[in-house]
């Protein structure tokens, strides 16, 4: 599993196969969708005035690229199943919908050929597969060598131009892609 995943029980004990099944689907997200960056999992219990085998609330939040998906799986009145791994079934159902139309909309922005940002390659580690890009704004954008395109990274020197795109990182600013667009180009 790739994204931080983090399992938040309210009112109720967790156990290991509740842990077990949504790792599980958080995999199964990350196969259709493999650049989620976060995942968040709140389980509450139902209230203690409810009758026996009211349903559990699911919450789930998905960091990706550039937003969050949230899905709020609030039982519905007449839902008579206290079962949680069927709440938790749902919830993700629903977290699948919802990045399938988050997937949707980033391509449709992928379609309209803006052109991507430009930087310049400041500093390059080439020992340790690195480098950083900055922006025509100043800003240093941290870049690895998978992140070049057709196994480029040999190949750049600093003040390169290139194009890129960017994502949140754990420290700050990354690029996923970089593709160089030749040395002092000024597009």
């Not at 990274?153 to 970089?178: C, I, N, R």
Request: with cysteine; aromatic share 6%; net charge negative.
């Amino acid at each position: 599993m790739q994204a931080s995943l983090q399992i938040v029980f309210h009112g109720m004990d967790g156990s290991e196969a509740v842990r077990s099944l949504i790792e599980e689907k958080v995999a199964w997200l990350e196969r259709f969708y493999d650049r989620i960056i976060g995942c968040r999992v709140v389980l509450e219990a139902p209230p203690r005035h409810r009758k026996q085998g009211s349903p559990h609330q699911v919450r789930i939040d998905l960091t990706v690229p550039g937003g969050e998906i949230v899905v709020n799986r609030e039982p519905a009145p007449h839902t008579q199943s206290g079962d949680l791994s069927v709440a938790i079934r749902d919830a993700f159902d629903s977290a699948r919908r919802k990045l399938e139309q988050y997937v949707q909309r980033m391509r449709r922005d992928v379609k309209s050929h803006e052109a991507p940002p430009h930087a310049q390659v400041s500093r390059l580690f080439p020992d340790e597969g690195y480098g950083f890009l900055v922006t025509p704004d100043g800003r240093e954008v941290y870049f690895h060598s998978n992140a070049v395109l057709n196994g480029g990274f040999g190949e750049l020197k600093v003040a390169d131009e290139v194009a890129f795109v960017e994502e949140a990182g754990d420290k700050g600013p990354q690029a996923s892609t970089v593709r160089a667009i030749g040395r002092h180009n000024h597009e």
